[in-house]
């Protein structure tokens, strides 16, 4: 006697398989998610930090530190107009500039924020046009 084999899959087959894909898709799109905050976070820091260098070598040259800053970072023209930094980077998800807390009088301090999406929301100390918004990391002169 012989036997028929048969020949493909059954639709329970089909369906058990195509559920495992599911779940493991869809675990590890959530692992991406939180991959891509780290990420973005990861930049704003080093973000921060490359503002930090900018305005430690103006001050180095000029000085002082700068009142502001707009999309770059130039000395006066009294201090041989260098550019620092020839385009501030900005946050890599909202594209809006960090905020900067120049030093108050007398003061030679000074402040950058950025908001991380892996964070505890900080007061911001000081009055500038970035105020309205909250933060929660900052890097100040060593």
């Known amino acids: 006697m012989k036997f028929m084999k048969n020949k493909g899959f059954t639709l329970i087959e089909l369906l058990t398989t195509m559920a495992i ?12 998610n939180g991959t891509r905050e780290s990420a973005r976070d990861g930049r704003r820091r080093s973000d921060l930090e490359t503002i930090r ?3 430690e070598m103006y001050k180095s040259d000029c000085n002082v530190y700068p009142v502001s800053y707009g999309t770059s ?13 020839p385009t501030v980077p900005v946050d890599p998800q909202t594209n809006n500039p960090y905020c900067y807390c ?10 950058l924020y950025a908001n991380l999406e892996n964070g505890v929301t900080a007061t911001l ?3 500038t046009a970035c105020s309205g918004n909250t933060y929660n990391f900052s890097v100040t002169n060593p």
């Open 21 to 32: 894909i599911a779940i493991l898709s869809g675990i590890s799109l959530f692992a991406l």
């Open 53 to 55: 260098q900018a305005l």
């Open 73 to 85: 970072i130039t000395g006066p023209s009294g201090c041989g107009s260098i550019v620092y930094l």
């Open 102 to 111: 120049p030093p108050a009088s007398g003061n030679l301090s000074y402040t």
């Open 125 to 127: 100390s000081c009055s």
